[in-house]
């Protein structure tokens, strides 16, 4: 039942007859909320005394609060046509639409009623509550405050503002206005201070604005029996998550589930078990999290809390699959279930399904309006298929007196959910201080990506690399072709052909040699953090040379948030033809080298990248000399459709230069979506 109902309750109590002992303990079956037995002992009396108006307005209210509201109303009913013009009977009847949550019908009842006797406390307060319960929260804390103004401090009327300000807040915080939401709470706790459900609202605010701190101390407040302290714990829990805390959060869980008795009301079981399964996922212990949901599906079969469970574990795990059917189980016993909806967004989301994703995530919103993670998983999908203009100028040099300029132009636009076409720009020009040679090219290519199916992906790009020097130049067609796909859950793989030509300097530019690389990518990760990603590549050249190399890296995840990499590279290279007066081309070059990799945000709109690893490489039989590389990234998004970024990367290890070389890079990248949603939006938004 409603919390403001129950307001009304004590105050439209009519059965005020205590004179009439003989209904004396009816009356205090009533009082103590012991409904089912009052309901007996009226139906009991009228039995004797059919016509007793109070009789039959203590009954009625029984038969209403014991749970069969719409019976009450027709008593109420029938009641009021032999009374047309009692007030008492009248209260009642409107009181009981209110217990059937008849609430248009309540609203426009007590409406009438008010305007007839704007004086009488009772039609009032009922008419203030019926505008609360149609969320016309701004008007029922004027006519509340009316009540008020008939009976000040009068207890039910304080109870019902209190209720209205939380429906008030709680509307606020939908429509994301936070501090307006803020404010109405705690003007609710000047009334009603270490209100426990006030501070839980403003808990709860707290966490939607991701103010953790704010949020802990909001229920630590309101911690004030072991029940609720099992309650703020598992807030505090989920405020640790939200605050990146994993470890923390996992210890609050498990406090909580640890003050849990076997005969603590269910709901607060359930969640409190929910919390703690959660919390073994966040913390990655997906063995231990398995193992304690399965017993919880023996314990709780086929409920909705624990399939939502399964399929976070699922999502965590990299088994989406296995998430949607979950999510999917969950809509067929409850089509309105949050978890469900949401749950089936993302995962159609994490398997490709975009059109999916995006009539689930509007579905979300069309049921809890203005809900962020549906609006943030539209925005995603939006942003990823609308098509933008990305600019990237550099500048590098080397110690071998090489200095180039480099533009690149790309401009994607997504043709449908499946089929995205490309255009490419490039110029790069180069020179060397010693030798005064130059050179510049132009190239333009423009491509396809099609989705094949979900985690297929085909690409075709072809162009044109225009290369001038001196008086002199050339023109030659380049071509890339790839298959990206995902041959089994956690793992990556792509296979391509690519046609270019050399354009590390002005020398090679200048000797028009052209690289037909043969490739292989492959990365497979684990759900306890190792990953192994390797590249083959076969190249074949116009000067008749040929190329193999292999790139192995065995790595492993030591945070997820900042997100910490640790691992081993080794490289290995082969010419078949050295000609080292002209590029670098040893018969077999070796590396390894130990490397570490740090990203993460320093703010919501601010995120950083920085990659070091060092090591030793050795070219055929000469001595191994030490190798060192680095790469730093900072990226800022300015607004929803404009971000940029500066890098800067070194390297001393072998390149097509030659060994004992260094390299330097430097540049500034920016992005901008020509539009704030895809051109083919109308598509998406069909079933």
Known sequence: MNPIVRTVLGLLFVCTVYGQDSMENGFQLLEKGDFSKAEIYFQTYLENHPDNRTAQICYGRAVGLNGRPDIANQHFGKLIGKLPNDFEVRINYYESFLWSKKYEEAELLYEELVENHPEEFSAVLGYANSLSNVEKYEEALIWIDRALSLKPNNKSALISKKYIKLGLSHKLAMAQKYNNALQVLHLNLNNFPQDRETLLGLANIHLMTKNVDKAKAAYQKMAVTRVDSIVALNG?????????????????????????????????????????????????????????IDNLSIQYPNRNWVLALKATLGMYTGNIKYSLAQYDAILVSDSTSFDGNLGKANAHFALGHIKKAYLAAQKTLELYENQKDAQSLIEKIKSSHSPFVEELVAYSFDNGNNIAYTSNTKAEFPLSAKLKSTVNYQYRRTENSVSNNKASLHAVSAGLTYSLRPKLKLHAGLGLNRAQFMD?????????????????????????????????????????????????????????????????????QSDENQ?????????????????????????????????????????????????????????????????????????????????????????????????????????????????????????????????????????????
Do not use: C
Not at 639 to 660: E, H, P
Not at 664 to 683: A, R
């Open 236 to 292: 505090i829990a989920l405020a640790e998550h939200i605050g990146k805390k994993e470890k923390a959060a996992l210890a609050f869980a498990l406090s909580s589930k640890e003050k849990l008795k076997p005969n603590d009301d269910a709901e607060l079981q359930e969640k409190t078990l929910e919390r703690y399964a959660q919390a073994l996922i966040w913390n990655h212990k997906y063995v231990k999290a398995r193992s304690f």
């Open 472 to 540: 002199n130049g050339y023109t030659q067609p380049i071509l890339n072709l790839k298959m990206i796909t995902e041959p089994y859950r956690l793992q990556n793989l792509e296979i391509g052909y690519q046609r270019e030509v050399q354009n590390f300097n002005s020398d090679l530019i200048e000797r028009e040699i052209v690289m037909e690389h043969y490739g292989l990518n492959y990365n497979i990760e684990t759900n306890f953090g190792l990953g192994w990603y390797t590249q083959l590549m076969h190249t074949q």
């Open 547 to 687: 190329r193999d190399l292999l790139f192995t890296s065995l790595y492993y995840t030591v945070l997820r948030k900042p997100n910490l990499k640790l691992g081993v590279n080794y490289q290995y290279i082969a010419f078949s033809e050295q000609v080292p007066t002209i590029y670098f081309s040893p018969e077999n070059y070796q590396a390894g080298e130990f490397f570490a990799e740090i990203g993460g945000n320093f703010s919501y709109k601010t995120s950083y990248r920085l990659n070091a690893a060092s090591g030793l490489q050795k070219v055929e039989e000469n001595p191994k000399t030490a190798i060192f590389r680095m790469e730093a990234q900072i990226k800022h998004q300015f607004s929803k459709r404009f971000g940029g970024g500066l890098y800067g990367k070194y390297s001393n290890i072998s390149s097509a230069v030659a060994t004992g070389f260094e390299f330097t890079e430097v540049g500034l990248q920016v992005k901008w979506l020509l539009t704030n949603k895809p051109i083919f939006q109308g598509q998406l938004a069909s079933k």
